[in-house]
């Protein structure tokens, strides 16, 4: 068995990262085992875990440091279904560089901002620098924080289109949901009726993610 293996990223912070690799696992581990690998040194991926404890509902989160990254990832990708890694929020690091060398997938989670947008031509070409190491490597954008409301957020997809890294058609709409998934620990599956509208917007990011 060799896991589907995807890294979550983007050189800027606060773009809701990790939120997106948690939900996502929470997600694909109805599908089967799963595994997240924190490699940002923050750990903010584990703090959410230990806060939830066992009955958090969420898949084993495990703290990598960068010079076990590329090993352990693929020591995992033996023996889970999916194996997920949230990413220091940096490009300077070395341990990006290494994740995108051996994963299939990179999501690089993007906010309604322009301070987003500008981000995104680095990791474009991060992307584009990794891919020589690891032509298979697949890179896409994924909105987060979106309010409809917002002009921004509604002409995001358009503005993203002159990347040459594609956004999904599916991405997470500004819940409040997100938010308690994390103050309790769990994810918003884990939130029952509290996280449906959450829990279906994160569904459509797995089963387009599966279908690419």
Known sequence: MTALRIAVANQKGGTGKTTL???????????????????DPQGSAGHW?????????????????????????????????????????????????QVMGVVDLLLIPVQPSPLDLWASVDMTAAVLEARAANPQLRAYMVL???DERNALSRSMHEALAVFEVPAL??????RAAFRNAAIEGSSVYGLGKRGARAAQDVEAIIEEVLSL
């Not at 690799?21 to 490699?39: E, I, Q």
């Not at 898949?59 to 279904?81: H, S």
């Not at 058609?169 to 500004?174: I, K, M, S």
């Open 49 to 97: 875990a230990r806060v939830g404890g066992a009955d958090s509902g969420l898949p084993p989160i495990e703290q990598v440091d960068a010079a076990a990254v590329r090993t352990r990832i693929k020591q995992a990708a033996g023996a889970n279904r999916y194996v997920l890694i949230d990413c220091p929020p940096h490009l300077e690091s070395d341990v990006l560089r």
């Open 21 to 39: 690799t948690v939900n996502l696992a929470a997600g694909f581990l109805l599908r089967g085992k799963t595994l997240v690998l924190d490699a």
């Open 144 to 146: 987060n924080q979106m």
């Open 169 to 174: 058609t599916n991405g997470l709409v500004r």
